[in-house]
């Protein structure tokens, strides 16, 4: 995978401020402590808020869009969670995942790209056509994840099932996905050679 530097170093501690708030949120359903995550997500984003404006960071589309999305889910966890069942909660917070990696694969430069960037430190080479078709391609990959784990919640509440053996399977799946994430240049490589003209 081709790499540039940028001049301003995005250092993984800038990745884990993007990501931060929304993993709180999931750490909080994971652990069932929502009552404490969304406080801690709340003040995670203010302090991310504060520090910007300090030094005059922008607040980038992918900053707003992480964020945004983890305060929609804390929002949604306290108005409409008692009211829902919790595969229909959960159906429901797949598919606003869903509808973030699609709206993320039409950027300029694709959401899962931004998130790259910023957890190697680097800049890719955003005039590669290749590289960017891949990260759009990937980008809707997540967005077909999230949907068909909507899809798969919303047919668990339709039906008796083995709760614990189905809820396994699909944080697995999860963590599957996202150690995938991980190996970018191998995957990079594969759609490479997959897409040989391109």
Known sequence: MTYLRDAHRLPLRALLTELGALALIW?????????????????????????????SIPFDRLWLALNGTALGFGIMDMTLRAQLSPDIFA?????????????????????????????????????????LRFFRVYTLIWA??????ALTLLLMSLQTQDVLTEQIGLKLSLLIMILLSFRGPALYRLYQRAHPAL
């Open 91 to 131: 159906a429901l917070c797949a598919t606003l995942l869903a509808a973030l990696f699609l709206s993320g694969s039409f950027w300029r430069v694709p959401m899962i790209q931004l998130l790259a960037e910023q957890r190697t430190g680097q800049m890719f080479d955003r005039g590669n056509p290749t590289l």
């Open 144 to 149: 077909g994840y999230f949907s068909l784990r």
């Open 27 to 55: 750490g909080g359903e994971w652990f069932h402590v929502e009552a404490y995550a969304f406080p801690a997500c709340c003040a995670l984003i203010g302090a991310s808020v504060f520090r910007r404006w300090r030094a």
